[in-house]
């Protein structure tokens, strides 16, 4: 699979790296523990991740970049998903959050609007709001 197909964002490769961006932070703490197993397992199902490219992804961290999104909606629907790894545990470590600011950046935030974003998003996120309430939220 090559670099341009990764990032090619009619291709089911695209979700595919998203994926592995969501396994990526689920395991930043060392293990993936059961609820995230579970909230990765839903969005497999979501993404279209065939058990093949699960089981690749499980087994290989960082594998896949995280791909820039041009609309600002579709940014903020990632880095939704991205939060509901993040608080599947029920906590945010501190490499979580150095890692969620990473990939808030790759998906095109700009460094302070990422920290904004972050800081807003711990405060608010349970995990239970609809996407539409999220993005009102963070504007």
Do not use: C, W
């Not at 600011?101 to 904004?116: E, M, Q, S, V």
């Amino acid at each position: 699979m090559s670099i341009k197909d990764l990032y090619d964002s009619n291709s089911s490769n695209n979700n595919l790296a998203h994926f592995g961006s969501l396994a990526s932070l689920a395991a930043v703490d060392g293990e993936i523990g059961d609820e995230e197993m579970a909230v990765l397992k839903q969005f497999a199902h979501k993404l279209q991740i065939t058990d093949a490219e699960f089981k690749e992804v499980m087994k290989q961290e960082n594998k896949y970049p995280i791909n820039h999104q041009v609309s600002y909606e579709k940014r903020l629907e990632r880095f939704y998903d991205l939060m509901k790894i993040i608080i599947a545990d029920h906590e945010v470590s501190d490499n979580e959050t150095v890692l969620l600011k990473r990939y808030a950046i790759g998906l095109g935030f700009p460094n302070d609007k990422a920290d904004k974003l972050i800081e807003k998003s711990v405060a608010i996120f349970t995990g239970k709001i609809a996407f539409e309430d999220f993005m009102y939220l963070v504007k």
